[in-house]
């Protein structure tokens, strides 16, 4: 029996051996099966990141030119009050004349004096 017991544990340490070489090698496996998944994984994140960069560099880029959009237009605002301010002058000034013209009323004298000298420049002229 002892002899049996003694061949047993041989045969159990080479099975026990063999067992446990074939979980690490399973784990080695495992291990190498997450390390590409993480890779994988770094490689996606990689990406992700170059393309908010590229996001975030185009919306930079927008925020700049909408800013300069506005004050544009700000700008292209105020000129067109000064116009509107300009030509609002121009017409008190019109209408000033104008009512300076009404009170300057020439004679009927003066008239027929006008077309006389307007017909006189046509007789030279001929």
């Keep these: 029996m002892r ?13 026990v051996t063999a067992a ?11 291990r190498d099966d997450l390390i590409a998944a993480l890779e994988t994984e770094n490689a996606v994140l990689r990406s992700r990141l170059e393309a908010e960069k590229r996001v975030s560099s185009l919306l930079l880029e927008l925020n700049l030119t909408r800013k300069s959009e506005a004050e544009s237009l700000r700008a292209a605002l105020k000129a067109k009050e ?12 019109q209408e000033k004349q104008i ?11 003066k008239r027929v004096g006008d077309i ?3 017909v006189a420049a046509a007789v030279l002229l001929k």
């Design 3 to 15: 002899s049996l017991k003694l061949l047993l544990i041989p045969v159990l340490l080479a099975s």
């Design 20 to 30: 446990y070489a074939q979980q690490k090698s399973e784990n080695i496996a495992v």
């Design 82 to 93: 000064e116009v509107v301010t300009a030509k609002t002058e121009v017409i008190a000034i």
């Design 99 to 109: 009512a300076e013209l009404k009170k300057r009323k020439s004679s009927p004298l």
């Design 116 to 118: 006389l000298i307007g």
